[in-house]
């Protein structure tokens, strides 16, 4: 069935406790460093809240960094399956970082995410003035910039990870990896 692993495990069903953990803590600090960068005026000024960028700030790396991880953990158990590059936690992290689809993954996340962030900041803008002359250019390229570098990283981290953690699987009680599929 395209898109599940062999055993039958979906993609979503690899979205676990620590992953979703994780992936919160992170976007509160990311979150909450973003706010004060966007909205200085408003936290230590006179200016208002804005409600919709605050909540995206929070939101945004929530949904990448648990994306990202899922799909980093997909791509080690496939390629410990197919045995190709099973010694990818000991590699350089850059090399990493450019190798196992990473990018590929992270830019697609980034232009997904990019995508709706920018449509909703753009439909907001427009119903609140009735023009997009103010839409807020900063936001637009953080908006597809920071998913890119958050999916990179994610993934990069997550995938290492994983393949850590099954090498010490293997070592403790070896055992014959499934084919590879492809």
Same mark, same amino acid.
């Given at each position: 069935?395209?898109?599940?692993?062999?055993?039958?495990?979906?993609?979503?069903?690899?979205?676990?406790?620590? *992953?979703?953990? =994780? #992936?919160?803590?992170? &976007? +509160?600090?990311? %979150?909450?460093?973003? /706010?004060?960068?966007?909205? $200085?005026? !408003?936290?230590?000024?006179?200016?208002?809240?804005?409600?919709?960028?605050?909540?995206?700030?929070?939101?945004?790396?929530?949904?990448?960094?648990?994306?990202?991880?899922?799909?980093?953990?997909?791509?080690?158990?496939?390629?410990?399956?197919?045995?190709?590059?099973?010694?990818?936690?000991?590699?350089?992290?850059?090399?990493?970082?450019?190798?196992?689809? *990473?990018?590929? =993954? #992270?830019?697609?996340? &980034? +232009?997904?995410? %990019?995508?709706?962030? /920018?449509?909703?900041?753009? $439909?907001? !803008?427009?119903?609140?003035?009735?023009?997009?002359?103010?839409?807020?250019?900063?936001?637009?390229?953080?908006?597809?910039?920071?998913?890119?570098?958050?999916?990179?990283?994610?993934?990069?981290?997550?995938?290492?990870?994983?393949?850590?953690?099954?090498?010490?699987?293997?070592?403790?009680?070896?055992?014959?990896?499934?084919?590879?599929?492809?």
């Amino acid at each position: 069935m395209p898109g599940k692993h062999q055993e039958g495990q979906s993609i979503a069903s690899l979205v676990r406790k620590d *992953i979703l953990l =994780r #992936a919160f803590f992170i &976007a +509160l600090a990311l %979150g909450s460093v973003l /706010t004060i960068a966007n909205q $200085s005026g !408003a936290i230590l000024g006179d200016d208002t809240i804005q409600v919709l960028p605050l909540v995206l700030v929070y939101l945004t790396p929530f949904v990448v960094i648990t994306v990202s991880q899922v799909l980093g953990l997909r791509r080690a158990t496939l390629d410990a399956r197919c045995l190709r590059s099973f010694a990818g936690h000991n590699t350089a992290f850059f090399s990493t970082v450019i190798s196992h689809g *990473i990018p590929r =993954r #992270a830019l697609l996340v &980034a +232009l997904v995410i %990019g995508t709706a962030n /920018t449509s909703i900041v753009a $439909s907001s !803008a427009l119903m609140a003035t009735g023009s997009l002359s103010n839409l807020p250019t900063a936001l637009i390229a953080q908006a597809f910039a920071l998913p890119m570098l958050f999916g990179l990283l994610s993934q990069t981290i997550s995938y290492r990870r994983a393949m850590s953690a099954i090498g010490q699987r293997l070592q403790s009680a070896p055992q014959t990896l499934s084919t590879c599929l492809n």
